[in-house]
């Protein structure tokens, strides 16, 4: 039986914020008092929670490798990385040259992209890194992150390749301890292929929480709803950006080039026969996976709208109400939308 068909009370339990995730808390600040205790609950638990550290965002390909190589050079002892596809020379060697001189190098490559991950697979376990491919009972491990010295993580929709380079995505560091730590409990239980117990946290994780998360997001909707995203194929997604926009709400969706991901024929003209606002664009390709809420929440990470991507993938997101986060997101979605074209 696949492990993650379990009952949605149980989902709820351990997203929940009992004892276990209490004692998370504890780990993380032995010194809480119990109204602090109450209040990092709150935070820790909930997808729109506070950090104690500010995200760092940013946006491809503007941004390219540069966040990726902070990361990586940065580490002093031990890096985890899982990224759907590993193809680039510069993070392939800085990622060997960590592992050759002597850090504890962990790494789990999409066992369906051999074809793209296979040079890497072989270079950094040549080197001394541990690297696996990812667990048969995900349908794709598309999460892409880094965990440097349990102290620092790094979440993007890009994948190690050319993308970075040419193709539209935002990432974001991390600094917060609560999602290095569930980040760090996430890539050792899928090292180890078993199921991670999560007690509560703010990421957005497939196939954990992340479709009852994104469908609290786009509901939550009450001004406007903008999404920019690689694609838009699950009817329950589909059926809830469509009902913001009957409720009042100012809906705006990009997608990527039909001509590229087919689904996005029918998505696009869907929208527009109901009297959505819905476009596409080419270049750069839209790879990414964004939603804006009201101008004071965005999404952003790895997680399609698809419903493989939601229920059946190995995924990872993040949602932020920092205002640099907006606007970053805003800015970008506003210009591509202003080339984009109409279905």
């Not at 809480?32 to 506070?50: K, N, P, V, Y």
């Not at 990586?72 to 002892?77: E, H, L, Q, V, W």
């Not at 786009?218 to 409720?247: C, F, G, H, M, P």
Request: aromatic share 8%; proline share 3%; hydrophobic share 45%.
């Amino acid at each position: 039986m696949n492990r993650w068909l379990i009952p949605s009370l149980v989902v709820a339990l351990l997203l929940g914020c009992g004892p276990a995730a209490d004692a998370e808390l504890y780990e993380l600040d032995p010194a809480i008092s119990a109204e602090e205790l109450e209040l990092r609950r709150r935070d820790f638990c909930t997808m729109t929670g506070a950090r104690t550290t500010p995200l760092e965002t940013f946006a491809h390909p503007e941004a390219g490798e540069t966040p990726y190589l902070s990361v990586i050079n940065g580490a002093t002892r031990s890096l985890r990385i899982m990224v759907y596809e590993f193809n680039s020379g510069v993070l392939r060697e800085a990622v060997r040259a960590k592992a050759a001189a002597g850090l504890d190098v962990r790494v789990i490559l999409d066992r369906t992209q051999v074809s793209d991950n296979q040079q890497t697979f072989d270079v950094l376990k040549a080197a001394g890194a541990q690297v696996q491919w990812s667990d048969p009972v995900f349908a794709y491990a598309h999460a892409k992150f880094i965990v440097a010295d349990d102290s620092v993580a790094l979440v993007s929709s890009s994948n190690f390749d050319r993308f970075m380079r040419s193709g539209r995505n935002f990432g974001a560091i991390d600094r917060d301890l609560g999602d290095v730590r569930t980040l760090a409990k996430i890539f050792d239980a899928d090292f180890a292929h078993v199921a991670p117990t999560v007690t509560c946290t703010r990421l957005v994780l497939s196939p954990i929480d992340s479709k009852e998360r994104h469908l609290e997001l786009i509901n939550a909707a009450t001004k406007t709803l903008e999404l920019e995203e690689i694609q838009l194929s699950d009817r329950d997604v589909r059926d809830a950006v469509y009902a913001r926009a009957q409720a009042g709400v100012a809906v705006r969706v990009l997608l990527a080039s039909p001509t590229w991901i087919d689904a996005n024929d029918y998505a696009g003209r869907w929208l527009k026969d109901r009297g959505v606002p819905a476009r596409w664009r080419a270049s750069p390709a839209l790879h990414v996976k964004a939603i804006t809420v009201d101008g004071k929440t965005a999404y952003l990470g790895s997680v399609n709208l698809s419903t493989n991507s939601l229920t059946n993938n190995r995924e990872v997101g993040l949602v932020t109400t920092e205002a640099d986060d907006l606007a970053l997101v805003s800015r970008t979605f506003e210009s591509d939308w202003a080339t984009a074209r109409d279905f």
